[in-house]
């Protein structure tokens, strides 16, 4: 039903989720990133509840891999589960249990991966991350640039209806957080609305932290 890429900066500066499902508002239930910490994304059937448990050990330091384990491990359903995440540094991790929807398959990059269940074909995730590392610019440009190829490369086996892409940075709030939530090219409508708002997204920062010294904000007197 799902299919999602978790990426983070080099500098691990920037955190981020992007995905798409043939259900409705994927992304308010499946995308999870904390600044500092690292980005999850629950999907399959999902349990919203892991990305935050996820998260928490990831910013206590844990590896990615130590903290799917963890979260799965309380949990009596994690055969039911597709679950990526990446923290700060180390590798990143998928799990894909054993009662995954469909067509399962995941791909893992120096500085993200990839996963999705009930694919139109298997190769839909190395499609993403090989799109991913191809691409330069910002982390939302990156990843939705991955999620548009992973539609291309087929994407799920039923139309898709919803996508969203997610990203934090050195601030409590999420700097980026758009959602598609039903949609008969859910894909291409997140790229449109990522067009507008990607030229804004320092300026809203700004505006928060200082708004005095934020573009057409200053005070009298400001250059």
């Not at 009596?76 to 990526?84: E, N, S, W």
């Not at 540094?89 to 996963?115: M, T």
Request: hydrophobic share 50%; charged share 15%; aromatic share 6%.
């Amino acid at each position: 039903m799902t299919f999602s890429i978790v990426a983070r900066t080099p500098d691990a500066q920037f955190f981020g989720v992007a995905i798409a499902s043939s259900s409705p508002a994927v992304a308010a239930r499946c995308a999870h990133a904390r600044a500092g910490a690292g980005a999850v994304a629950t999907q399959n059937i999902t349990d919203p509840a892991l990305g935050p448990i996820i998260l928490e050990s990831l910013s206590q330091g844990g590896t990615a891999d130590a903290a799917l384990e963890a979260a799965l491990g309380a949990t009596p359903f994690a055969a039911y589960r597709q679950v990526l995440a990446i923290a700060a540094q180390g590798p990143p991790a998928i799990h894909s249990g054993v009662r995954a929807l469909g067509l399962v398959g995941s791909a893992v990059g120096a500085h993200c991966a990839a996963a999705g269940n009930l694919l139109a074909h298997p190769e839909v995730p190395n499609a993403m991350i090989a799109a991913f590392e191809a691409a330069g610019g910002h982390l939302g440009s990156r990843l939705l640039h991955a999620l548009r190829a992973g539609a291309e490369r087929g994407g799920e086996a039923g139309p898709i209806h919803s996508a969203g892409v997610l990203i934090v940075r050195d601030v409590s709030w999420p700097i980026v957080d758009l959602r598609v939530d039903w949609s008969d090219d859910p894909v291409a409508d997140l790229q449109r609305i990522w067009k507008i708002y990607a030229p804004q997204i320092d300026d809203y920062v700004q505006r928060a932290i200082d708004p005095g010294r934020a573009p057409g904000f200053g005070v009298a007197g400001d250059p």
